[in-house]
């Protein structure tokens, strides 16, 4: 007896659904039995991974705010991932974004004004599509991967954050650590529930999720995108501008990148750090996927992986396991993921190998 | 004169993780299959390869682990692309995503580790030649095998009846299935490859050229060895030559900082991703040289039925 693959007529829709459903439960068994392996009882382990961390009000108020870039980013990069545009360097926009963010935060330090909070917004999403733009460029004017290019900006965003908090922009009575000054309250998002950390950010990124979904599933140019993504030929033919998806594509996802890593500096964090982002722009191209490239699904992923990142933590303080567990588990979600959307396509069929099914003939004769 | 030799030898030194992982690769995407997963694998093959020979204090069984460890990575990647028909592109960012996390999980016991700094092979006679001795003979045997790794691969591809079948299968595995070649088998065989090879990328890093393990210390190697492939235009001999460019880029901030040159470090540290970037702007404006140069069918998927 032998298993095979068996295409199916049409993609199954309900496998759509359920696969996302399949990778969670997967990536769970797989971490009971790591767990059981590490030496830890894995009952214990589980609720303090899943459970503990949103046990009560401000966990469920940390979970909403390491969510929040989570989505942020991802449907941003959705919008291009639907149009086969891969941009897998939202790390490095965000990190612009933080920058250009900071730049504006530290510009007006001490400012009774208004609006400096809503000019760093609009800086981090400039710095973001800057960012963005250098691989779109380069891919529509010299056909260059845009996945390398995007990728390696990362890197270099990197290195630009960490020259300015060592040279310029050092805060001068910071003991001599690479940072900036602290941002004042006016460059800081005001809480959303008090006593918590959980700040506007989160309704920024709720209201791109509702964008997102009116662009990507209710707009023509949404429909071009997935026309694109879906028959390359056939958007050439009915004549949409392959380079300006490219462009919209990149420039959606470096916009909200962006404004995910000015939410960083004038949340969480409230100044300019060597690190500004706990590998947010990486993580959110997992849920952009595990999402389905839909908004909806991608709100429950963040979720999702937002947890992730909280029972890494979790885990790291009651179980002392590495928080690097989080990665492990980010990564094995996607694999699972991908492997599920197998029974998208395909049906499993069992089939009886040549031998097996002479005896069985024989047998019958 | 000293130093342009201590240049060039360092070069090399720091091209070799490209050279073992652009050349795996190589292979890997001649047979079509188009791995994105080599930074995850370089990882993994590093810290495994450290984490053993700090263990059994054999440098040896260290690089076995390595390679081993990169098998296993690629392995991941080969059953969900070509079993299972995921998206390449998508499962070697997973790939590269996991093996990030694998790699600063099983690395963790081993940050304040260091490994012994393995004493160099000089090559009797030929590391006497003046400059070219001591810029090429001078080296850690695993230099010496990343020669005899180009050579073989050089062979195999072009002059090997299995580098044909392998070559074929790239170009239209359509074609290979009609004449009877297995064609999931060797894109298997070629993926593994590629992942041995990335791994023992990672080996060279972490337990010859630092030595030690810190998390994330490929630092985008793997993805400039997929850059290499593409501006050495899946040329062997070219992949050489870009891999040591690479490595001269890389050690230029050492070699500024001891000559008293004031750059700023980060400027010079962002360098080879400049780098990568504008080679591969120059190479790809030219979309003809890659349309006639790539294997035509990398990154797509085939099904035999």
């Given at each position: ?13 309900l ?29 214990q382990?589980f ?7 949103i ?24 919008c ?15 990190v ?44 529509t ?6 996945i390398?290019v ?31 000054k ?24 709720l ?11 209710r ?9 694109a ?5 056939a ?9 300006g998806?490219?462009w919209?594509g ?15 500096v004038?949340?969480?964090i ?5 690190s ?46 590495p ?21 998208i ?21 | ?17 490209l ?58 990647f ?22 990030v ?32 001795g ?10 010496y ?8 691969v ?30 999931i088998?060797?894109r ?10 990335a ?31 593409v ?12 891999a ?30 400049l ?31």
């Open positions: 007896m032998r298993l095979k693959l068996e295409a199916r007529a049409e993609p199954s829709p496998m759509g659904y359920l696969s996302p459903l399949l990778a969670a439960g997967l990536t769970i068994i797989a971490g009971f039995i790591l767990f059981s392996v590490l030496g830890k009882n894995p009952l382990a609720y303090t991974f899943f459970v503990h961390p046990r009560d009000l401000n966990g469920i108020a940390e979970l909403l705010l390491k969510a929040s870039p989570l989505m942020l980013i991802a449907v941003g990069l959705a291009g991932y639907r149009a086969n545009v891969w941009n897998i360097g939202a790390e490095g926009q965000l612009l974004g933080a920058i250009f963010a900071g730049g504006v935060a530290l510009y007006f330090y001490g400012s009774d004004s208004k609006f400096v909070l809503p000019m760093m917004v609009v800086a981090g999403a400039i710095g973001g599509m800057l960012w963005a733009a250098i691989p779109a460029l380069l891919r004017r010299f056909n260059t991967n845009e390398l995007s990728l390696m900006l990362v890197y270099v965003a990197n290195l630009l954050l960490s020259w300015l908090v060592n040279e310029p922009w050092r805060d001068p009575e910071g003991f001599n650590f690479p940072q900036t602290q941002f004042t309250e006016t460059a800081l998002y005001p809480a959303l529930i008090a006593g918590t950390r959980l700040n506007v950010g989160f309704l920024i990124s209201a791109a999720i509702a964008a997102g979904y009116l662009f990507l599933n707009s023509f140019k949404g429909f071009q995108m997935r026309v993504g879906l028959a390359d030929a958007a050439k033919y009915a004549g949409f501008n392959a380079n998806m490219i919209l990149l420039l959606l996802g470096g916009a909200a990148a962006g404004i995910a890593g000015m939410g960083e004038a949340g969480p409230g100044q300019l750090l060597p500004v982002s706990p590998g947010y722009g990486f993580a959110a191209i997992i849920v952009a996927f595990v999402g389905r490239l839909h908004p909806v699904g991608i709100l429950l992923a963040s979720l999702l992986m937002s947890l992730l990142y909280l029972g890494g933590e979790a885990a790291q303080m009651e179980l002392n396991l928080s690097a567990m989080t990665g492990l588990f980010q990564g094995m979600l996607l694999f699972f993921l991908l492997g599920s959307d197998v029974f396509s395909y049906r499993v069929k069992v089939v009886q190998p040549p031998k097996a099914q002479a005896r069985l003939k024989e047998a019958a004769a | 004169m000293d130093t342009i030799v201590a240049i060039l030898a360092a070069a090399i030194v720091a091209g070799t993780p050279v073992f992982a652009a050349l795996g690769e190589l292979v890997t995407e001649k047979a079509g299959v188009l791995n994105l997963g080599v930074e995850g694998t370089m990882l993994v093959g590093a810290v495994s390869g450290f984490a053993t020979a700090a263990t059994t204090g054999n440098v040896w069984f260290g690089v076995l682990a390595g390679m081993v460890a990169g098998v296993l990575m690629s392995g991941i080969a059953i969900l692309t070509l079993n299972l028909m995921a998206n390449q592109v998508a499962s070697g960012l997973a790939l590269t995503l996991f093996g996390g694998l790699s600063a999980f099983m690395g963790k016991p081993y940050e304040s580790v260091t490994l012994a700094a393995q004493a160099p092979l000089e090559i009797p006679l030929l590391s006497q030649i003046p400059v070219l001591p810029v090429l003979f001078k080296h850690q045997i695993l230099v095998v990343s020669w005899a790794l180009f050579a073989g050089s062979w195999f591809l072009y002059k090997s009846r299995a580098g044909l079948v392998l070559r074929s299968i790239g170009e239209s595995p359509e074609s290979a299935h009609a004449i009877g070649y297995p064609v088998r060797i298997y065989l070629a993926t593994l490859f590629g992942g041995a090879m791994g023992l990328g990672g080996v060279h890093l972490a337990e010859f050229y630092t030595p030690l393990w810190v998390e994330g210390m490929v630092a985008g190697r793997g993805w400039i060895a997929l850059a290499l492939v501006f050495a235009t899946w040329r062997p001999a070219r992949v050489m030559v870009g040591y460019l690479f490595g001269g880029v890389t050690i230029a901030q050492f070699f500024a900082q001891g000559a008293g040159v004031t750059i700023t470090a980060q400027f010079l540290s962002s360098l080879p991703y780098a990568t970037i504008i080679v591969l702007v120059f190479i790809s404006r030219d979309m003809a040289t890659i349309r006639l140069n790539a294997p035509v069918s990398l990154g797509r998927p085939y099904r035999p039925d």
